[in-house]
């Protein structure tokens, strides 16, 4: 942590994050609603986005906090962090999968 009389260029760095990010909000807004409304049908991203919202809240939080409340209760120290770095990029795989599975367009 730095004193008061050091210079961060974290400030700066972060202003241009989030207005670099808020642009690409903008861009994203505009060409769900804006430039092409029957080819991307906000109606259908606004249901889709409500239901990811609700699973994740619902669901999969709940889930992730008690799978690690209950790895901090049986594991020992030293192999918790590996643990944990496994469950997070499994996780994060078996996501990226199921979206691929889920798809319309999945050869079945």
Same mark, same amino acid.
């Given at each position: ?35 092409? %409304?029957?080819?991307? =049908?906000?109606? &259908? #991203?606004?249901?889709?986005? @409500? $239901? ?5 809240? !619902? /669901? ?15 594991? %020992?120290?030293?192999? =918790?962090?590996? &643990? #944990?770095?496994?469950?997070? @990029? $499994? ?5 990226? !999968? /199921? ?10």
């Amino acid at each position: 942590m730095a004193g008061p009389g050091s210079t961060q260029p974290y400030g700066v760095i972060r202003v241009g994050a989030v207005a670099i990010a808020g642009a690409a909000l903008a861009y994203g807004l505009y060409e769900l609603v804006a430039a092409s %409304p029957r080819s991307t =049908r906000p109606v &259908v #991203a606004l249901e889709w986005l @409500v $239901g990811v919202l609700v699973v994740h809240d !619902a /669901l999969l939080a709940p889930f992730v906090v008690l799978v690690g409340w209950a790895l901090t209760r049986l594991l %020992p120290s030293r192999v =918790r962090r590996a &643990v #944990a770095v496994a469950l997070f @990029v $499994g996780g994060c795989l078996g996501l990226v !999968a /199921l979206a691929v599975l889920l798809s319309p367009s999945a050869i079945r």
